[in-house]
């Protein structure tokens, strides 16, 4: 069974680098499939936040990409978010996810994290 | 790109069916049959219920199903049950390996 863990810090200050890492157990991210963060702020809805495949190639909210890198480490089968010049804005629950066949849906989610982006 | 538009809330009696709509353009809903549909519970990480329009995970019960019609797709959930009560959200693929989400709606079983 695919199992997903989101790891990383809670708070976050304004200004600073969010960084989160998902751990993928019971699966090798190099046998393929893209993977994703999703992020969801407190009382709304989902937001698609990037994709990466197993390869290394990256997908992006154009409305993020400015401050984003999604990467994937196959030798520890974990794959990591890094947001940029955090604003309150970006406090959310940051899931990570196993895409689909075709990339363009969710199979498998970790239970998110919630970032508070706070001084 | 904007989030698909949804329904703030629907509902229905047990056994009833309800249908939650998603209405996005023809760069997004309307372009591609790539259309899938989460259920998510308070406090829980979203389940896949639908993808690419109408395709059902393994373990989803058929009361479950996903059509699509021009720029809006729909899911239906027949025999409704207390355990459907949840927030349910549509993702849709939007062209340039980019994906949008829905606004989700909150489903009550009355």
């Known amino acids: 069974q695919v199992q997903l863990q989101e790891s990383g810090p809670g708070l976050v200050k304004p200004s600073e680098t969010l960084s989160l890492t998902c751990t993928v157990s019971g699966y090798s991210i190099s046998s393929g499939y893209h993977w994703g963060w999703i992020r969801q702020p407190p009382g709304k809805g989902l937001e698609w936040i990037g994709t990466v495949y197993h390869g290394g190639t990256t997908y992006y909210n154009p409305s993020l990409k400015s401050r984003l890198t999604v990467s994937v480490d196959t030798s520890k089968n974990q794959f990591s978010l890094r947001l940029s010049s955090v604003t309150a804005a970006d406090t959310a629950v940051y899931s990570c996810?196993?895409?689909?066949?075709?990339?363009?849906?969710?199979?498998?989610w970790g239970q998110g994290t919630l970032v508070t982006v706070s001084s | 790109q904007s989030a698909l538009t949804q329904p703030p809330s629907a509902s229905g009696s047990p056994g009833q069916s309800v249908t939650i709509s998603c209405t996005g353009t023809?760069?997004?809903?309307?372009?591609?049959?790539?259309v899938s549909w989460y259920q998510q519970h308070p406090g829980k990480a979203p389940k896949l219920m639908i993808y690419?329009?109408?395709k059902r995970p393994s373990g989803v019960p058929d009361r479950f199903s996903g059509s699509k019609s021009g720029n809006t797709a729909s899911l239906t959930v027949s025999g409704l049950q207390a355990e459907d009560e949840a927030d349910y959200y549509c993702?849709?693929?939007?062209?340039?390996?980019?994906?949008?989400f829905g606004t989700g709606t909150k489903v009550t079983v009355l």
């Open positions: 996810a196993r895409a689909g066949v075709t990339k363009y849906h969710f199979d498998y």
């Open positions: 690419e329009v109408s």
């Open positions: 993702s849709s693929y939007a062209g340039s390996n980019n994906l949008v």
């Open positions: 023809s760069s997004d809903v309307g372009g591609y049959n790539y």
